[in-house]
């Protein structure tokens, strides 16, 4: 049964942790711009990289294992701004 996240800090038993500095902001950045990151383990930074794009976004440690997650986009789901296209309607020729 998973713990809800305010039960797991009333516990005391938190399941993992957002590590925002264990690899800098800027070889991060340079690593997404070139898209250098590889799936896998990388030694050098001593981390799973779970991300197939070569983009990593957020690190979380869970149980002493360090994972890199893919990059979130911000505009996965967007809709047309054109506003012919959102009627739903076909025009006829």
């Known amino acids: 049964m998973a713990l809800q996240k305010q039960e797991q800090e009333d516990s005391g038993a938190v399941l993992y ?4 500095d264990y690899v800098s902001q800027s070889v991060i950045k340079s690593g997404n711009t070139r898209k250098s990151w590889k799936y896998g383990y990388d030694a050098k930074h001593d981390m799973v990289i779970v991300s197939k794009t070569g983009e990593i976004g957020d690190i ?3 149980q002493n294992l360090v994972i890199a997650l893919p990059k979130a986009y911000k505009n996965v789901w967007s809709r047309s701004n054109k506003s012919k296209s959102r009627t739903g309607k076909q025009k006829r020729m």
């Open 17 to 20: 942790e957002i590590l925002d």
């Open 60 to 62: 979380y440690k869970i």
